[in-house]
């Protein structure tokens, strides 16, 4: 069985989280058997071979035959050449990203020196990878294919930690990284800081404290900042009416969004609209940039 989007990027999302998968492929039990002089990779690609029969993977990656055990795991980059071996067949699932998302993606420690490991199927790891097949089935479905972003990148993050050591990954740092993906991911729910602390496993002191080192604004403006960028987006690409904008990014009411979007953008909520209807969409990234950047 083979699946794959080669449109998937293209499909709107509810939100605005930054790093959103392009193409999705999807296969049980199929063969692969060598190509020749391989094929070089035109993006960045997460590759999990999840099972074969055979003892080793004797794919090359530029020309260096991986020799490693399944399951495992390959993290494809552009121009890089794959070749791939075996008369077994093997279940493969992979995801990968235009290069826009490949900075954002090293930015936040996701993508390793190295290109390909062994893996472990944890209970971690094996739930994410079945979530992700439940998504795949699925992505048309409203929300569903912001949840595979959402997935997608978890899987990155749990294959980087088996590869990295415990105190690395286990930093503050990486974990403050981690919670503030997090709080953007869920940037259209109620903000709830303790939970947020206790999840990435601080005290509701150590949070504050560590998060003041990596970003210049609170956790609190850091995902309103999230929000008016979000409602500046939809004011200008849709007509839903505003108070409806209101309650889809979360605000409090129309009132405080009436002042924080002027304070924001210099400009009411309705005269942004009549002046920028559909200009605010990917070249808005700039700005969009800098909540990510620390």
Known sequence: MRWMSPEIGKFPRKGRFPIRVNRVFYCDNSCFRGQGAGIVCKEFEVSLRLYS?????????????????????????????????????RDTIAFNFDETQVELLKSWGL?????????????????????????????????????????????????????????????????????????????DRELNCDEVASRFGFSHAAFFREWKKFFDVSPKNYVLEYRLQEAARRLSQSSVPVVDIVKEVHFSGVTAFYRKFKERF???????????SGRVNDDNSAKESRIFDK
């Open 53 to 89: 029969e055979a003892e080793r993977c004797l794919d090359k990656i530029d020309n260096q035959v991986m020799g490693i055990s399944f399951p495992n795991t390959v993290f494809k980059k552009k121009g890089m050449r794959i070749t791939l071996s075996g008369e077994l067949p």
């Open 111 to 187: 993508i390793p020196e190295e290109d390909f490991w062994e893996i472990r199927l944890t209970e971690e790891l094996s739930g994410l990878v079945s979530r992700l097949r439940h998504l795949i089935a699925r992505y048309t479905v409203e929300d569903m294919i912001d949840q595979l972003d959402w997935v997608c990148l978890q899987i990155m993050r749990e294959l980087v930690r088996q590869r990295r050591p415990e105190p690395v990954w286990n930093s503050a740092e990486s974990r403050i990284k981690e919670a503030a993906l997090y709080l953007l991911h869920g940037y």
């Open 266 to 276: 210099g400009v009411t909520p309705d005269f942004f609209r009549k002046n920028n």
